[in-house]
């Protein structure tokens, strides 16, 4: 009786990588429910042309690839994207490195314009889109009535910010570059907390200029952290949706209809999710294509000097 009581229960003996299973166990499902069960269907959906109202599908293979490819809306999206892209990247580059420079030159006198700059980072996307909306808009815009009342314009309504289809893509992302140029320069602001004093100091002692200091010390020195930047920039600046969709929904004359949008409203307003799919896996492998050779290029970076 006493050698019953007195015996300790035995413990489950578990290893250790039985343990980190279990513990990614959670994640692991989340991830299968909600991110690979989804592109699985969208994979599957890609193939079969769907009518929501009648209930059916027809299996077309290829057809929606094709459908898509042959689309001059798809295609013209797609440039649009692109050059949306650059003016997004380029913008916020040059002001997010000028801003990291400045704060680097201040030293510790600019923390409060630091803290004030990183602001934007904190508004959504569509409070950003909504704001810059009434901004822009024509005639009573707030830039326009500013302009007009200090002699740039003769009336508010001469620029046509979100209407004109050769600046609206510009115009659009000008909410983009103000949410995240605060980003950029936050990355390269610590890019330049990393570059030896000593090496630019013997650079202004051998006599070289702010011109030279810039592009021959600083930007080679901080390479590879403008690759990072540039690279993370870039790929979130293609998938940019909400800004565009809060201030033309892709208008005017599609000159603002990105692959984002367009994917969106041919799954919503024109019922198509088989053609709406075939897009996004088309859209989702040139993205993936892009990541897989900006790992190659940032984090194998030796294997191009074999």
């Known amino acids: 009786?006493?050698?019953?009581?007195?015996?300790?229960?035995?413990?489950?003996?578990?290893?250790?990588?039985?343990?980190?299973?279990?513990?990614?166990?959670?994640?692991?499902?989340?991830?299968?429910?909600?991110?690979?069960?989804p592109l699985l269907r969208l994979v599957i959906d890609s193939f079969f042309q769907i009518s929501p109202l009648a209930g059916t599908r027809s299996f077309t293979g290829l057809g929606n690839y094709r459908t898509a490819l042959e689309s001059a809306r798809f295609r013209n999206a797609a440039l649009r994207t692109l050059e949306y892209t650059a003016i997004v990247v380029t913008m916020e580059f040059v002001l997010g490195l000028g801003a990291a420079l400045l704060f680097t030159a201040l030293g510790e006198r600019s923390r409060l314009l630091r803290t004030a700059f990183l602001y934007p980072l904190m508004i959504a996307p569509v409070v950003a889109g909504l704001l810059w909306r009434y901004l822009l808009i024509d005639n009573f815009g707030i830039v326009n009535s500013l302009l007009a009342r200090i002699g740039v314009l003769s009336s508010p309504g001469q620029i046509s910010w979100l209407s004109d289809p050769h600046i609206a893509l510009f115009s659009v992302a000008l909410p983009d570059i103000w949410l995240t140029t605060s980003f950029m320069s936050l990355v390269l602001y610590a890019g330049l907390q990393n570059i030896p004093p000593d090496v630019v100091e013997a650079a202004r002692i051998d006599g070289a200029g702010p011109v030279?200091?810039?592009?021959?010390?600083?930007?080679?020195?901080?390479?590879?952290?403008?690759?990072?930047?540039?690279?993370?920039?870039g790929i979130d600046a293609v998938k940019a949706f909400d800004v565009i969709l809060i201030q033309t929904n892709g208008g005017p004359q599609d000159a603002t209809n990105t692959l984002s949008l367009l994917i969106y409203n041919t799954m919503t307003s024109y019922s198509q999710p088989g053609l709406a799919s075939a897009m996004s896996v088309m859209y989702l492998i040139v993205m993936l294509a892009v990541a897989v050779v900006a790992v190659r290029m940032i984090w194998l970076p030796g294997r191009r000097a074999r």
């Open 212 to 233: 030279r200091m810039l592009t021959g010390i600083i930007v080679p020195l901080l390479r590879p952290v403008i690759a990072v930047a540039l690279i993370v920039r």
């Open 1 to 37: 009786m006493r050698h019953a009581l007195g015996r300790r229960p035995a413990r489950l003996k578990i290893s250790d990588r039985r343990f980190a299973f279990l513990l990614m166990l959670p994640a692991c499902l989340f991830l299968a429910a909600f991110v690979l069960w």
